[in-house]
T-cell receptor
Framework: GDSVTQMEGPVTLSEEAFLTINCTYT??????LFWYVQYPGEGLQLLLK?????DKGSNKGFEATYRKETTSFHLEKGSVQVSDSAVYFC???????????FGQGTELSVKP | SAVISQKPSRDICQRGTSLTIQCQVD?????MFWYRQQPGQSLTLIAT?????????ESGFVIDKFPISRPNLTFSTLTVSNMSPEDSSIYLC????????????FGPGTRLTVL
């Protein structure tokens, strides 16, 4: 069945470091791909999305490109801030049925 | 976008009791969902709340344990019945549909602790 696998956390970085959080997926169809962020004590917020192969989603300095050939959707940011400390979830989504399938989440901690 | 509120935000309950969680959306939505997030874990879909018909449950979740109502296009409830400590989790409501280009928006969650 469909699944999403993320790199294990926690990931600890210094402020202004480069961030990559790996995400790979297994899908029987052609899903959309999402990154959600969960700040401490809060619900999930959509960070960015890509709906088809080679699409790049971007928001708040974060980027991810939908790579069908490597079944990946890695999250990147050039310079992280302390305020980026959160748990990041990669997810795939099929329009039909509307279900989200989440990865296990990656906790990011950014130190000043 | 859609703004989703949940009540209660948190609760501490005794074993064997039931708790009903409410989810309110600020606009009409086609689809509403209930997820569970156990401590330190990812989100697991419990069920899809269908307006005007019974909810559709995922494998491992049953209606007797998690009855769901969806009386209209902006509101849903999830009841956690006959609770045990293993039910201690964050329960999240989400909503989406074609009107939102199939994005899903999440409520802030209900943090449940069962003693």
């Amino acid at each position: 069945g469909d699944s999403v696998t993320q790199m294990e956390g926690p990931v600890t970085l210094s402020e202004e470091a480069f961030l990559t959080i790996n995400c790979t997926y297994t899908a029987t169809g052609y899903p959309s791909l999402f990154w959600y962020v969960q700040y401490p004590g809060e619900g999930l917020q959509l960070l960015l999305k890509a709906t088809k192969a080679d699409d790049k989603g971007s928001n708040k300095g974060f980027e991810a490109t939908y790579r069908k050939e490597t079944t990946s959707f890695h999250l990147e940011k050039g310079s992280v801030q302390v305020s980026d400390s959160a748990v990041y979830f990669c997810a795939l989504f099929y329009n039909q049925g509307g279900k989200l399938i989440f990865g296990q989440g990656t906790e990011l901690s950014v130190k000043p | 976008s859609a703004v989703i509120s949940q009540k209660p935000s948190r609760d501490i309950c005794q074993r064997g009791t039931s708790l009903t969680i409410q989810c309110q959306v600020d606009s009409q939505v086609t689809m509403m969902f209930w997820y569970r997030q156990q401590p330190g874990q990812s989100l697991t879909l419990i069920a899809t709340a269908n307006q005007g018909s019974e909810a559709t449950y995922e494998s491992g979740f049953v209606i007797d344990k998690f009855p769901i109502s969806r009386p209209n296009l902006t509101f849903s409830t999830l009841t956690v019945s006959n609770m045990s400590p293993e039910d201690s989790s964050i329960y999240l409501c989400s909503a989406g549909g074609l009107a939102f280009y199939n994005e899903q928006f999440f409520g802030p969650g209900t943090r449940l602790t069962v003693l």
